[in-house]
Nanobody, 121 residues
Framework: QVQLVESGGGLVQAGGSLRLSCAAS????????MGWFRQAPGKEREFVAA???????YSADSVKGRFTISRDNAKNTVYLQMNSLKPEDTAVYYC???????????????WGQGTQVTVSS
């Protein structure tokens, strides 16, 4: 069982930055691939970025060059550094854990409660 708690969301102006954090419980955090997904009102939850247990990174085209995912296994924490934010990045951002990894939502077994990110124009 893995429990995930996100933090770091908030309101920011377009062009600004935020860093999301996701703290995980459990001793096997380093065995899991970790991902970030987001869901805007009226839209499907979509993949943002993922990092494997070995540090391999996958990112959605919409965030490449702006968002960076990283992990600190000693702290059981995964981060999402978001730069050059745009109004279309506004969404609830979810952290998720998977033994398989990748960008498919169905491969993730554990989910956090989400944190709201709002980007004003």
């Amino acid at each position: 069982q893995v429990q995930l708690v996100e933090s770091g969301g908030g309101l920011v102006q377009a062009g600004g930055s935020l860093r999301l954090s996701c703290a995980a419980s459990g001793r096997t955090f380093s065995s899991y691939a970790m991902g970030w997904f987001r869901q805007a009102p009226g839209k499907e939850r979509e993949f943002v970025a993922a990092i494997s247990w070995g540090g391999i990174i996958y990112s959605a085209d919409s965030v490449k060059g702006r968002f960076t995912i990283s992990r600190d296994n000693a702290k059981n924490t995964v981060y999402l550094q978001m730069n050059s934010l745009k109004p279309e990045d506004t969404a609830v951002y979810y952290c998720a854990a998977s033994l398989q990894g990748g960008g498919s939502r169905g491969k993730y077994d554990y989910w956090g409660q989400g944190t709201q990110v709002t980007v004003s124009s």
